[in-house]
Structures are given as C-alpha cells and as structure tokens.
T-cell receptor, first 114, second 115 residues
C-alpha cells in the first residue's frame, strides 16, 4: 500500500498563475479530505468528498479555490489566480467510513506564491 | 460546534524526562478525541484515539492520553522522552470515530528534546 500520494511535493509559482495540486487516495477509501496548514491558522479543512461527491466545501476560502474528484482514485485542488496569501502546505487525507478510524494523510504539497 | 485548545505552542523537555502536552476540548456532543504527530516535511500520523471505550488510551511510541470529562481534557503523556519524539503534535476532535467525519485540529505543540 503506497499510502496517500500527493504531487507535487513543492510548488513555487508567481502571483496570478493557476496552480493545481493532485491527490491519489488509498484504494478502497471512500472519503477524501483537503486540509491547508499555515502558521497563522493551523490546519483548516477546505473540502471533503464521499464517493467522489463533495459533501462540505464551507472551508474553501474563496471562489479562486476549486476542487474536483472525477473518480475514486484522483482528486485535484485548483487555485486560480494564485495569491501570496495562498502560500501554505496543502494536505490530502483519505479514510474508510467503516474502518476502525481513521484518516491517512499524504505528505503534503508545499505551495509558495511569490 | 467542536474545538480543541492546545496549551503551549512550544514545549521543551530533557531526554528521559516526562512529556506532557496539554489539550482541552469543547463539544456539545460526546467527543471523539485524537492525537496526531507530524515529523518535519511529513504528513500527520495518528498516535492514539479516544472512542469512549476506555478513558486511558495507549498509543504508539509509548504515548498515552487520559480522557477527563470533568476537566474537558485529553492530555498526552510519555514517561521518558526520546530524541526521536521531537516533532509537532496536534490534538483533534470529531463527532464520531469512523472515517466519515471531519476533524477539527488544535494549533499544535512543537516538542523539543534537550540532549
């Protein structure tokens, strides 16, 4: 089991550019979560999916952020246009509802917007 | 709404000394509580979880935590610190222990071990 795989590990982009972060959950897991980690705000839930359907996107900061899960093995988080304040580490996690808890986190994508 | 408060953003202990990381929770429903550890440049790893079965919970790497309803606390302890314990620790709360519920995290405590 390769765990939750995120790509890229590091991303540096210029303000105004589009950024796409990718996540491959653990096979068979039916929940997928996107979190953002910053020094100021800690870990914040952005959005989560159940069986590829978005359940709660109330944490998405603004319309510049969008997330999709076209199938059970892939999800993207897109920021367009990016801003310096979007600089953070973005984590993806997956879980199985009927499992004995809990989340498995990916290693994260460190995004720097200059 | 649920929340957790971690007291102390930085804690330093000597190698071999007791580790105590504090977490207090607020929840309108019976909480499910978790401790996660994050090593540098890595994701979060589950240390232990409280699911109402027992108030004293044992986790990996010699850590344990005790749920105290009267104090709304879930402090993390380890009798003897090891250099490899240096990391950031997060307390989290959820409404259940299954995998379908979002976690609300505390702000984290960075643990430094002094040789």
């Amino acid at each position: 089991d390769a765990g939750v795989i995120q790509s890229p590990r590091h991303e540096v982009t210029e303000m105004g550019q589009e950024v796409t972060l990718r996540c491959k959950p653990i096979s068979g897991h039916d929940y997928l979560f996107w979190y953002r980690q910053t020094m100021m705000r800690g870990l914040e839930l952005l959005i989560y999916f159940n069986n590829n359907v978005p359940i709660d996107d109330s944490g998405m900061p603004e319309d510049r952020f969008s997330a999709k899960m076209p199938n059970a093995s892939f999800s993207t988080l897109k920021i367009q246009p990016s801003e310096p304040r979007d600089s953070a580490v973005y984590f993806c996690a997956s879980s199985l509802e009927t499992g004995n808890y809990g989340y498995t986190f990916g290693s994260g994508t460190r995004l720097t917007v200059v | 709404a649920q929340s957790v408060t971690q007291l102390g953003s930085h804690v330093s202990v000597s190698e071999g000394a007791l580790v105590l990381l504090r977490c207090n929770y607020s929840s309108s429903v019976p909480p499910y509580l978790f401790w996660y550890v994050q090593y540098p440049n890595q994701g979060l790893q589950l240390l232990l979880k409280y699911t109402s079965a027992a108030t004293l919970v044992k986790g990996i790497n010699g850590f344990e935590a005790e749920f105290k309803k009267s104090e709304t606390s879930f402090h993390l302890t380890k009798p003897s610190a090891h250099m490899s314990d240096a990391a950031e620790y997060f307390c989290a709360v959820s409404r259940n222990s299954r995998g379908n519920e979002k976690l609300t995290f505390g702000t984290g405590t960075r643990l430094t071990i002094i040789p």
